[in-house]
């Protein structure tokens, strides 16, 4: 067996047991029974996939990439404890946070790799720092998290700090997802458009579970649409897996070819 055989192997297995303790975990959902025991479930997926972008580390090259796709995992896991078995929802969301802030870090760093290879911006290369990237898209997701609390100086907003986190999260996401949509579909990448195709899709299911997953929430802090609340257990059903497709989409993009990662 040679070299890409085995990494096709090894990601071969990461989603057929994947998929296994996705239908295990769906099944006790839909039943209503085992609650316990498919939350634990739901968190040794994202385990697994921790695990597996270690392996990516350790059987591949551990660059930049492969490094921040590991501890993004770890703070998933971190975040995922955090909400499926304790009510710290400000610390769980803030840890999704830090997950995103890797996430930046991926997705920057492809970009720039994009930019060196264009001999006519050979001087935006140079000026190109992934940090200032960073700093950038988080001084916008300050300032977009600062109204809430802004607001409840004059009006009294319930949870104000979980909303404030929440709304830093998700511009971090948007500030995530566009240059990715980009990037997923540049030629000069061509040689891993697969890898980087399948990080779009996973961040974008990834996004869609988190808008559901706020939309259903909602009216357990706010006092909108409280018909909502009825459904959360049914939108669970479609939430997880979706999140999981796409936690396990964006581990499968640390498997590439060519090293366009800086």
């Known amino acids: 067996m040679n070299y890409d055989e085995e990494k096709r192997s090894l990601a071969k297995w990461f989603v057929m047991l994947e998929a296994l303790l996705l239908v295990v975990f769906t099944a006790f959902d839909l039943l209503n029974i085992f609650s316990l025991a ?36 770890f703070f998933a896991v971190v975040a995922d404890t955090l909400l499926l078995f304790t009510d710290q929802f400000f610390f769980g969301v803030l840890a999704f946070c830090v997950v995103q802030e890797f996430q930046s870090i991926r997705i920057f760093s492809v970009r720039r790799s994009v930019v060196r290879m264009d001999g006519r911006i050979f001087s935006s290369y140079r000026s190109y720092k992934v940090r200032n990237k960073v700093l950038f898209l988080n001084l916008i997701q300050l300032l977009f998290a600062a109204v809430p609390v802004a607001v409840s100086f004059f009006v009294e907003v319930p949870h104000v700090r979980l909303i404030s986190v929440c709304v830093f999260y998700l511009v971090g996401f948007i500030g995530n997802l566009i240059p990715l949509a980009s990037l997923s579909r540049d030629v000069r990448l061509l040689d891993d458009m697969r890898p980087l195709k399948a990080y779009f899709a996973g961040m974008l299911l990834y996004f869609m579970c988190d808008v559901l997953l706020g939309l259903f929430r909602m009216p357990e802090f706010l006092p909108v649409l409280p018909q909502l609340s009825r459904f959360v257990s049914y939108a669970m059903l479609v939430i997880w897996p979706l999140y999981l497709a796409g936690m396990v989409c964006i581990c499968l993009s640390g498997i590439r070819k060519q090293k366009f990662y800086s």
């Open 38 to 73: 498919a939350d634990g479930l739901k968190l040794a997926c994202i385990v697994l996939c921790f695990l597996f972008s270690i392996t990516l580390i350790f059987s591949m090259e551990a660059d930049l990439d492969r490094l921040a796709l590991m501890l993004s995992f």
